[in-house]
């Protein structure tokens, strides 16, 4: 088989150990074992540089790979990150090959397919996008354990208004939570297209709260006030990211 490459390297990833095996020529090769601290990454780094390298790659696993990505391609190694499932596609390895060797023999008969990796400030922007979506949907879970609070409370105000974190809904909360249980009262606070429905908001207001269910409504209110705070802000860093 044509050897693409007489110099290449293959990476293979775990959470605290990367096996790298370098072929130096056409027959040499050598094998070490690098920790995953940044020191290591960077004596990796060196190591390719010395052994002048026209090739890396190493498997995508996991979020393990990252981090060696980053610090590779800040030291100017450019690097081929691959899929697991596409390496144990191709055909033809011994079972005594260590799979930093397999992937290293691939790179150099150029077998491998490359994934695409994002610049370095899409991966950044793509990081900061699902962590807020993930601050959203924990948000969502919170509001859902105050429907379930509010429930047991026989306080039916999820079946009057459609949004339980609208503005009204959220002002009558913190008034519960306060100690307020006269409907009178919190029926008032009612604002907008809501104002219609002050009958329906006083019979559903009516239940039995007890001092264990506000207690557990103030941190949850609470918890979605952080959370509410946080979306912000990632909104913010994420309108600066995608417009410096």
Not at 207 to 230: A, C, P
Request: charged fraction near 30%.
């Amino acid at each position: 088989m044509e050897v693409m490459y007489e110099r290449c390297c293959g990476i293979d990833v775990h959470k605290n150990m990367l096996m790298v095996c370098i072929f130096v020529g056409a027959r040499k090769k050598e094998i070490r074992e690098f920790g995953t601290m940044t020191d290591d990454i960077i004596e990796l780094s060196r190591w390719i540089k010395e052994t002048d390298c026209q090739a890396v790659a190493m498997e995508s696993t996991g979020v393990y790979w990252k981090p060696v990505y980053n610090i590779l391609e800040s030291e100017g190694i450019e690097t081929i990150v691959v899929n697991a499932q596409h390496i144990k596609a191709v055909p033809g390895r011994k079972t005594d090959v260590k799979d930093a060797e397999w992937i290293a023999d691939l790179v150099r008969h150029g077998l491998v397919k490359s994934s695409y990796v994002p610049n370095r400030e899409q991966r950044e922007l793509r990081e900061m996008v699902r962590y807020r979506n993930e601050i959203v949907n924990e948000r969502a879970r919170e509001l859902n354990r105050i429907q379930a609070v509010l429930e047991g409370a026989n306080i039916k105000l999820a079946s009057v208004v459609s949004d339980i974190s609208c503005k009204s809904s959220m002002a009558m909360l913190r008034a519960i939570i306060n100690g307020t249980t006269d409907v009178e009262s919190l029926s008032e606070l009612a604002e907008g297209k809501l104002i219609h429905k002050i009958p329906e908001l006083k019979k559903a207001l009516k239940g039995s709260i007890r001092f264990h269910q506000m207690q557990m409504l103030k941190l949850q209110m609470e918890h979605i006030d952080f959370l509410t705070k946080s979306i912000e802000e990632m909104d913010a860093d994420i309108k600066k990211k995608r417009n410096p």
